[in-house]
């Protein structure tokens, strides 16, 4: 398996809109049935080994256990239940108006009731759109679908690779529905103080200071996949720090920077994995330094926090 196959936006954007749309619906069923956590972790999707998964939720909301699967391999909607029951489709020929209505309907059948609160997607062009009336969004190449999971299990072991040098409070590397991307985000022991403009969601999310690593399919705005990365609050100086490697460019993206390197930039080369290392350390040495963050107490190379370990 080719490291960091080609992805380009324009041969699979249709299927990325549609499965967008199916993980933003899953999403919500996770948020629906799973317990808060801090910053949302609760939320996202995982890697598993044929797709992504929402991970076993219920127990205490009077569901059963269950979990929803998208399996990228066969190209199922996987939905199981904890005493065996299980209910799967194919995702080849849905609409988002029958994704919908199987999903709701494998869930009835192992016996869970899941009340989405907004059944509509969230930060796209059809926002007021119930997932319910959406039949334009149909298109599901398998081809693309399934290196859209490849590249998500290449670049998510390239992020615990850069987790592990880091001993502070840090996130899972997880898969977000909302924005389509694959994040890891260090966070500091100081609190921060969003803009009062700021939503709910995203007060919970950047209530401590953060520096964030990952990677996205490419949008509207920023047409090709990229790694990325960005502290919040943004140090004062940190757009004007040098980035390694060279390919890599500082960009304005909603009053504040992101560092981008895209991925065409550096797939192919045989050093690849080692740039986007390189990447994501040279941005947090930067934004850590600036913002005061003590970088030798919270590092732990090769993933021991243990003194005596070299001994």
């Not at 948020?31 to 808060?36: E, F, I, K, Q, V």
């Amino acid at each position: 398996m080719e490291v960091f196959p080609p992805i380009p936006l324009a041969e699979w954007q249709a299927s990325k809109e549609t499965l967008h749309r199916f993980a933003q619906f899953i999403g919500k069923i996770r948020l629906a049935g799973s317990t808060r956590r801090n910053h949302w972790w609760n939320v996202p999707f995982h890697v598993t080994g044929s797709g992504i998964t929402t991970r076993p939720m219920g127990l205490l909301d009077g569901n059963p256990v269950f979990t929803i699967d998208f399996d990228f391999v066969a190209h199922r909607l996987i939905v199981r239940a904890l005493d065996g029951g299980e209910q799967s489709f194919s995702l080849l020929g849905q609409s988002v108006a029958t994704f919908h209505h199987r999903t709701l309907e494998a869930l009835r059948t192992i016996g869970a009731e899941v009340t989405v609160e907004h059944p509509h997607p969230f930060d796209l062009p059809d926002v007021r759109r119930p997932f319910t009336e959406d039949t334009e969004h149909a298109s599901y190449d398998p081809f693309w679908v399934n290196r859209y999971w490849q590249v998500l299990s290449q670049v998510s072991l390239v992020l615990e690779e850069f987790s592990s040098s880091y001993s502070g409070k840090i996130s899972p590397v997880h898969h977000f529905w909302h924005t389509f991307d694959l994040a890891v985000t260090r966070f500091s022991d100081r609190r921060a103080d969003p803009p009062p403009e700021a939503d709910p969601v995203t007060r919970e999310a950047y209530s401590r200071e953060v520096i964030s690593a990952g990677f996205w399919f490419g949008d509207d705005t920023f047409p090709g996949p990229a790694f990325y990365s960005y502290a919040a609050p943004e140090p004062a100086g940190l757009a004007g720090r040098p980035l390694r490697p060279e390919a890599a460019r500082w960009a304005e993206r909603g009053g504040s920077h992101l560092a981008t390197l895209a991925y065409d930039d550096v797939r192919g080369q045989p050093d690849a994995v080692a740039k986007v290392l390189d990447f994501y350390e040279t941005v947090y040495q930067a934004a850590a330094g600036l913002a005061g963050w003590d970088t030798g107490r919270l590092a732990c190379p090769g993933g021991v926090t243990d003194p005596r370990a070299g001994i």
